[in-house]
């Protein structure tokens, strides 16, 4: 029984909706009676600034943007108002100077204004106050900037940027202050180039954003680029020849820079641990010395450290160093027909070891020769090479490799 009742009413409240529904029409159809509606912010629309902008002006500011209409007529016509695109529109084509303008409005579209069944009206009577200033514009540079990091093991290059420089068209007083456009490309861990077309921020010198609506420009993004690479640290060596008395062992090294960081392709990076930047004679080292080396980048692999050169500094530890004066000294190959003789019969001589080597080091030990072969005669006196050897005693060595001694040709 009750399961009838619950249908019951079911059923007399669709019934009911029905009929109100059927008396709605009627009313509204039928009878159509008379009535008012509010249409709230209807927008305000400029026309003519195409026009505008020819003359070297632009519209600033609006007093208002939107209005509120009251609709007057009959309520069947209120549907047709409803579904209509309306709008405020606003000539502003006609103005000619800079300042504030007071204008009237007019609603669109032009078929309600004709439309006698219905009375639109608005408290201030559509005005509205619009300002107007000097159109100005000029190009500015675009710069692309990441914010972000990268993952360990890569590195970012600059950001590329497509346009390089926009055009900026606005008032005048603004455009004046507009020093370039960034855009602003952001990621975490990113080890994948990044490739947008990304908005842009127009800013001042003092990199401040200048945010203004009546400023515009002929795109809203632009290509932005930014290439992030693969890098390795790679350690600088360099090879130490023995001499001079000194091994490998004798020289504190070191190396500035140390490391250098190379990109390109992963397979040869990954087994490339060293660079070698040359050798270094310990003969030609007497106390300490400084070298500077090219570094020998491998080709088709990218320097990323800036740098191009390495100084390599030596200093010979735990030695001493002794001058010797040598009186055997031999001249072989003279050039034929002539004679040669020394300017002098001995010549000085550097010698490193241990000290206790190098007190029983006497110039008995040493002995010179002069090769002349090869050598064109030339008459008067001259210098010519001389090969420096020691005898007898080990753990001793000749410093340096650059002797010669004074001889006249007859």
Do not use: C
Not at 45 to 69: A, H, Y
Not at 265 to 289: P, Y
Not at 296 to 319: C, D, Q, W, Y
Not at 370 to 377: I, N, P, R
């Amino acid at each position: 029984m009750s399961d009838l009742v619950r249908s019951g009413k079911r059923f007399n409240i669709v019934v009911s909706i029905l009929i109100a529904v059927l008396l709605w029409f009627y009313v509204v159809n039928v009878e159509n009676p008379v009535g008012d509606t509010m249409l709230s912010n209807v927008p305000i629309v400029l026309q003519g600034e195409d026009v505008l902008r020819e003359k070297g002006l632009i519209v600033t500011d609006l007093s208002r943007e939107t209005v509120n209409l009251k609709a007057d007529g009959k309520r069947k016509t209120f549907l047709t108002l409803y579904r209509s695109n309306v709008m405020i529109n606003v000539d502003v084509s006609d103005i000619d100077q800079i300042g504030d303008h007071q204008l009237k409005g007019k609603v669109m579209p032009d078929s309600l204004r004709a439309d006698t069944s219905i009375n639109l009206s608005e408290k201030d009577n559509l005005s509205v106050m619009v300002t107007v200033k000097k159109l100005a514009s000029k190009e500015v540079p675009v710069e692309g900037k990441f914010i972000g990091d990268v993952a360990s093991g890569f590195e970012a290059e600059p950001v590329q940027v497509n346009p390089n420089k926009i055009e900026v068209r606005g008032p005048e007083e603004v455009i004046e202050k507009i020093s370039h456009a960034t855009v602003l490309l952001e990621g975490e861990f990113v080890k994948d180039n990044i490739n947008e077309d990304a908005p842009f921020v127009l800013m001042d010198e003092q990199n401040n954003v200048i945010q203004d609506k009546s400023v515009s420009y002929h795109t809203q993004t632009i290509a932005a680029f930014l290439p992030v690479v693969r890098v390795f640290d790679v350690s600088l060596k360099v090879e130490i020849k023995s001499g001079g008395g000194a091994t490998a062992e004798d020289a504190v090294l070191t190396i500035s820079p140390s490391i250098v960081k190379l990109s390109g392709s992963e397979d040869k990076l990954r087994n490339l641990k060293e660079l070698s930047l040359g050798e270094i004679d310990l003969a030609e080292v007497f106390q300490n010395k400084s070298q500077t080396f090219p570094i020998p980048f491998p080709e088709g692999m990218e320097n990323r450290s800036g740098v191009k050169e390495a100084t390599v500094s030596v200093t010979i530890e735990h030695l001493s160093m002794k001058s010797i004066t040598a009186n055997q000294i031999t001249i072989m190959n003279a050039p034929d027909g002539h004679e040669v003789s020394l300017v002098d019969g001995s010549l000085q001589v550097w010698v490193r070891g241990k000290q206790a080597e190098l007190d029983r080091l006497s110039g008995d030990n040493i002995r010179v020769l002069v090769d002349l072969t090869g050598t064109k005669f030339k008459k008067g006196q001259q210098r010519a090479k001389a090969t420096v050897y020691l005898e007898g005693i080990s753990d001793v060595g000749i410093l340096g490799t650059n002797y010669s001694v004074a001889i006249v040709m007859k």
